[in-house]
């Protein structure tokens, strides 16, 4: 054995390497049949490719295993007693109550009740129907002056750009005016509703948040399948993907209130070029959507984080002048003042268009 | 170990896809360096006398701290220069490139500079190229350490394993201690408290926040600690041995005492290949001090290129010349029996300034640290995130680095292990699987990488 004086707590008992090779194997396959139904789960969700197929070719025989020896049951009401639902999407699901758990709910006016509003993807236009005309429809109408009593209700939703603009979100606001409520989650999207439902979430955001304002920032994990929540699946690459798409896009527009405000900020550009060329798509896909709805608006980032040939660039002057960095080292989140950037950008749209009072800002 | 050669050539080919795994572009630095190091330990062993020795010296380790320079310090230094060429309305003298850190890199350097160090002051004998190049790339210190000693792990390699005798209850205690402090502990109070408030500090009552500095004492270790245990427990699974690398650094009763007990191979590190040759304490009482701040001034640097480093740098820096200087006007040894009393004083003030300074490692700005402190007094309201569990997490986190000084407890807890180690491979796998299982239960979805792959 190595030297005794490297590690003092050593040499309580040892084993030939057999003995140890035959616990390892005995641990991992316990562990598997444990713990298949939950990993067949998560991997049934995971992006297409080769290791989703592999993935699944390996866990679900086992998983079905697990099920006929009646382990899959006794494992799973394990998860429930220590709060976890085995059958909940691998992206988990929104808890609102928790979400507000200790936190004081600010009141609305009454007189801002108002009922949903459906949206259509512009490739399938509802025949009784004229489409919107900006010029004749006033899209933006004022958002309500906040007091302490009955505070802005501001949702923020969306991948983890949205989880760092939420942060940012809440720095920027006076917490005695503005309510922020900050649900991105890590690694969803729009594309795949198997895995985490944003628009079954924004469903229940509205019902029980009702929000003044939703800020969206998401996307950037979509580069996959559109999976509905009926389990229709387009593939990636199919010529139906992109009217698949404008379809969630225009269910989770569908599922906010008409009272809500939408404030919708486009993808960045980020350092892997194939990725910002289709972001660029999807960010002319959002905002061709948003001209359906009243009281929305697209925020355009591109060019804030963009060099001169419209390419990534991780330094940029900040707001006092300074040359700061302006994205994190993935090359694709960004850093404190990054995200404080995109904020400046949504309240310009949130002040010019719906008069949004300064006195929110801290 | 009949087949040594090929289990060498093995082994390194293994660490080298292992580390191909994060960047395969950048499998060629470690190469570099490993190429650099040996070339440098040749040419310094190789020349007498001692100034020509020295001259190769300098010259192997400043070309094997090139790269870390380049990747850790490069962006730093172009931004500061871009705003202090800005302030005289002159543009950007460097170009702005943002170069994304190796994995592992501070270690390997780290280590592969003491490999030259040690052949200069004669201590070792230059190795084998495959020696060296396993040593630097052995996956199970690779990417976060522990700094283990040229010294320490080729000998090593150069004995027969013993294939026959694996401490499996030791290195098993090791990995599953390690995954529950990580994928439990730090990632339940990561999310659970210490994120939303650094994200937001003035969002957040002033109990909020000092439960989150809390919070972040025990994140950072069962975080960093929690890697060691498990890179010691694999290494031992191969037959072997690392160095320790935690000591229950809570309980330490001074600064001094916190490094004897925190990230401990770099502390020797730093003591062994920076302090002692910049004097130690054998010289001046002012060099004393100028050396102490140094020595911490650039082990905070060697976490970070940002004020916030080296302020966390200068405040353990300035803490611990403090108690040199205590120590010396009143000719207190640290060892002195204390009573109880006394020695929950110093773990307590000891434990409140290590916290404070967690607060700058954490931050990513002075700003935000400083928007941290401020909130710590001026938020008087109700908690909004600190809940029974957290509170319970952090405070029994706190009371098991004290297990160690129960005499009793400590030994049960090893003959419990001991029993694992000795029962049939059949117990041994059920107990782990259910282990593993409890472990991934409980620990929240989607847990984050460890916080030292960023240094």
Redesign the interface.
């Known amino acids: 054995?190595?030297?005794?004086t490297?590690?003092?707590?050593?040499?309580?008992?040892?084993?030939?390497?057999l003995?140890?090779c035959?616990?390892?194997?005995?641990?991992?396959?316990?562990?598997l049949?444990?713990?298949a139904p939950r990993l067949e789960h998560s991997a049934s969700a995971s992006p297409d490719g080769l290791r989703r197929t592999a993935a699944l070719s390996i866990l679900r025989p086992v998983a079905r295993f697990s099920e006929a020896i009646g382990l899959a049951d006794a494992?799973a009401a394990?998860?429930t007693a220590?709060g976890?639902d085995p059958d909940e999407p691998?992206g988990?699901e929104l808890d609102l109550e928790e979400e507000l758990a200790?936190?004081e709910l600010p009141p609305l006016p009454p007189q801002e009740i108002r009922p949903p509003v459906k949206i259509q993807p512009p490739d399938q236009p509802r025949p009784d129907e004229k489409k919107a005309d900006p010029q004749r429809s006033p899209r933006d109408t004022p958002l309500r002056r906040p007091s302490e009593r009955y505070r802005l209700r501001v949702a923020v939703v969306g991948d983890s750009l949205a989880q760092g603009l939420g942060?940012a979100m809440?720095?920027t606001f006076r917490?005695s005016l503005v309510h922020v409520l900050d649900v991105g989650r890590?690694?969803t999207g729009l594309a795949r509703a198997d895995y985490f439902d944003w628009v079954d979430a924004m469903g229940k955001i509205s019902r029980r948040y009702d929000p003044d304002v939703v800020v969206v920032m998401v996307g950037s994990n979509d580069k996959q399948s559109v999976v509905f929540p009926s389990g229709r699946t387009v593939v990636s690459g199919d010529p139906d993907w992109g009217a698949a798409y404008r379809q969630r896009i225009a269910d989770l527009l569908g599922a906010t209130k008409q009272r809500a405000h939408i404030v919708w900020v486009g993808l960045p550009p980020v350092r892997d070029r194939g990725k910002s060329r289709l972001f660029r798509i999807y960010n002319d896909m959002y905002e061709a959507m948003l001209q359906e709805r009243r009281d929305a608006r697209f925020v355009d980032i591109w060019d804030t984080f963009a060099d001169s040939d419209g390419n990534y660039r991780?330094?940029g002057r900040g707001p006092d002048?300074?040359?700061?960095?302006l994205?994190a080292?993935d090359?694709a989140h960004f850093?404190?003042t990054g995200y404080d950037m995109i904020v400046d950008l949504a309240l310009q749209v949130m002040q010019n268009r719906w008069d949004l009072t300064r006195k929110v800002l801290? | 170990m009949p087949y040594r050669a090929a289990w060498k050539i093995f082994m390194t080919a293994a660490s080298y896809v292992f580390y191909a795994w994060w960047d395969p572009g950048l499998v060629w630095l470690l190469a570099a360096v490993t190429v650099t190091a040996q070339l440098g330990a040749i040419w310094v062993n190789a020349s007498e006398p001692s100034t020509r020795r020295r001259t190769a010296l300098s010259a192997s380790v400043g070309l094997v701290l090139l790269p870390l320079l380049w990747f850790k310090y490069y962006?730093f230094i172009s931004?500061t220069a871009?705003?202090l060429f800005?302030r005289w309305g002159a543009g950007?003298p460097l170009p702005?490139?943002?170069i994304?850190?190796p994995v592992g890199i501070s270690f390997y350097t780290f280590m592969a500079i003491s490999y030259v160090v040690d052949i200069y002051r004669k201590e070792l004998a230059p190795a084998g190229w495959l020696d060296l190049s396993l040593y630097l790339s052995f996956f199970p210190h690779l990417v976060a350490g522990p700094i283990v000693r040229a010294g320490?792990l080729i000998p090593?390699f150069a004995t027969a394993r013993?294939?026959?005798?694996?401490?499996?209850?030791?290195a098993a205690r090791l990995i599953f201690r390690g995954l529950f402090k990580k994928v439990v502990v730090s990632s339940f109070l990561a999310t659970q408290i210490v994120d939303?408030v650094f994200?937001?500090p003035?969002?957040y009552s002033s109990l909020d926040v000092l439960f989150a500095i809390y919070a972040y004492s025990i994140v950072i270790y069962s975080d960093f600690s929690g890697y060691t245990d498990i890179a010691?427990g694999v290494a031992?699974?191969l037959?072997?041995?690392?160095?320790?690398n935690f000591d229950c650094p809570y309980i330490a009763r001074s600064l001094q005492d916190f490094w004897r007990r925190w990230h401990i191979t770099l502390s020797r590190w730093l003591r062994d290949y920076l302090y002692i040759p910049l004097g130690g304490s054998r010289t001046t009482s002012e060099r004393v001090y100028f050396n102490i701040l140094l020595t911490m001034l650039l082990g905070g640097l060697w976490h970070g290129a940002g004020w916030t480093f080296m302020i966390w740098g200068a405040i353990h820096g300035v803490g611990q010349a403090t108690g040199h200087f205590r120590r010396s006007r009143t000719g207190r040894t640290e060892k002195r029996a204390d009573g109880p009393l006394v020695r929950a004083r110093q773990i307590f003030i000891t434990f409140h300034i290590v916290s404070f300074a967690w607060i700058f490692f954490r931050a990513?700005?002075v700003g935000?640290a400083w928007d941290v402190i401020s909130s710590l007094v001026t938020n008087l309201r109700s908690p909004?995130?600190l809940t029974v569990w957290v509170a319970a997490i952090v405070l029994g986190a706190i009371a098991a680095q004290f297990v160690g000084s129960v005499p009793t407890l400590a030994a049960s807890i090893?003959a419990g292990?001991?029993a694992f180690?000795?029962s049939s491979?059949?117990a041994?796998?059920?107990v782990?699987?259910?282990a593993?299982?409890a472990i991934?239960?409980?620990g929240p979805?989607?847990v984050a990488p460890f916080i030292y792959f960023r240094f």
Not at chain 2, 239 to 244: E, L, R, S, V
Request: charged share 20%; hydrophobic share 40%; with cysteine.
């Open positions: 054995m190595a030297d005794p490297l590690s003092p707590e050593k040499n309580i008992a040892s084993t030939s390497w003995r140890a035959l616990a390892l194997f005995i641990c991992l396959g316990l562990w049949l444990l713990s494992t394990i998860q220590f976890k691998p988990g200790g936190e942060d809440r720095r917490s890590l690694a991780a330094y002048g300074k040359v700061v960095l994205r080292g090359g850093s404190v801290r | 962006g931004v871009a705003d800005g950007a702005l490139l943002q994304v850190l320490e090593q013993d294939p026959a005798r694996i401490d499996v209850g030791h939303p994200a937001d003035s969002g010691i031992e699974l037959g072997f041995g690392f160095p320790h990513d700005s935000q909004e995130l090893s292990w001991k180690g000795a491979p059949l041994q796998g059920t782990g699987a259910v593993l299982f991934t239960t409980l979805e989607g």
